[in-house]
């Protein structure tokens, strides 16, 4: 099911049904009124060889609720282009037209392809609603980068019909290779109790960890996912095992670590821990306050000690000497891969939605990771990890 929304990118979606019907797929179109201001349902009839549904209210050819047999009909259901409207009503739960009322009441995995002005693509409250979707569930295809309808340079055109067709075949293509195989998943940050209200901690939202064990649930592992403080929906199927500090984090993967096949370490652990913990908040003064740090135990180091058959992925997110570093930790840390990002750019940085960086092996070959959504970031590192394991 491909919804198609009204922005000037609804042209390219006539290419993106060509290729999905020459793939084999069976293709239904639901286009919102705005999109029919851009494009004819001529269009997408011709294409698909189905009847084009542009109306909640339209008397249905058979007898049956229509947006409730679309749903059920639907394997995957594709927005593109995804316009800033459409994603907040589903965001708000609004369901007032046929593409919305569909989405709401479908169980198939729907996908999401934005493309609008760069600005708007940015606005907070569109970022939120983006956010939210991909808490929830619902998986994105990033924009491209480029010049826009408009003129303005930025991101925000809708990403290549091509590369759509390659995403859905991909979600399609996952199956369940990590069936039988037990994936041990860190994620987000730590905290480092200061006095009863302040601690230490770092910007991680956990992202990209809840990504990595919603993609190893999808492909049939048993995910034990040892989570710092986030405000995320852990994925479903997961164990969740919810921790504070380091060494909390740090007891927890040691228990866990006999069992399990592979170990993904996505969390941002505190490196220090305040040497004294005050039972009381400590109250200002006119003096300065210095507070005596000590090292927390190194996770990832004493897992690369330990490990027999596990396979070992490590992060490293980096401001500077990113090759260098991300190379040295792989060969300190005993790792079977790392993956490595500068969190200085916005687009790559923790509390972001995309991610991009590089992927290392033990030989140190390197494969370059462009930018993309940190669940299709997930699927790169699973397919890597599966490699190994073959």
Known sequence: MLGVC????????????????????KVKVVMTKSAQEFITPLTFQTLSNNRVITDLFAEPQNWEVEHISLAQWA??????????????????GIADDMLTTVVAATKAKVIIAPAMNTNMYNNRIVRKNI?????MGYLFI?????????????????EEPGNIVEFIKRVFDKGEDLKGKTVLVTAGPTREIIDPVRFITNGSSGKMGYAVAEAAVEQGAKVILVSGPTT???PQGVELVKVTSAREMYEKVME???LCDIVIKAAAVSDYRPVNVSSQKIKKTHDNLEIKLERN???LYELGKLKTKQILVGFAAESTNIFEYAKEKLGKKNLDLIVANDITRDETGFS?????????????SMENIPKMSKHQMADVILEKVKQLIK
């Open 297 to 299: 135990p190194d996770i």
């Open 131 to 135: 956010d939210y979707l991909i808490d």
């Open 232 to 234: 995320l929906t852990p």
């Open 142 to 158: 990033s924009p491209a980068e480029g010049r826009l309808a408009c003129g303005d340079e930025g991101l925000g055109r809708l």
């Open 256 to 258: 866990y670590f006999p």
């Open 352 to 364: 972001s939605d995309t991610n991009a960086g590089f992927i290392m092996d033990r030989d140190f």
């Open 6 to 25: 009204g922005g000037i990118a609804a042209y390219k979606c006539a290419d993106l049904v060509s290729r999905l019907v020459k793939e084999g797929a």
């Open 75 to 92: 394997d995957c259901l594709v927005i593109a282009p995804a316009t800033a409207n459409v994603i907040g009503k589903l965001a708000a």
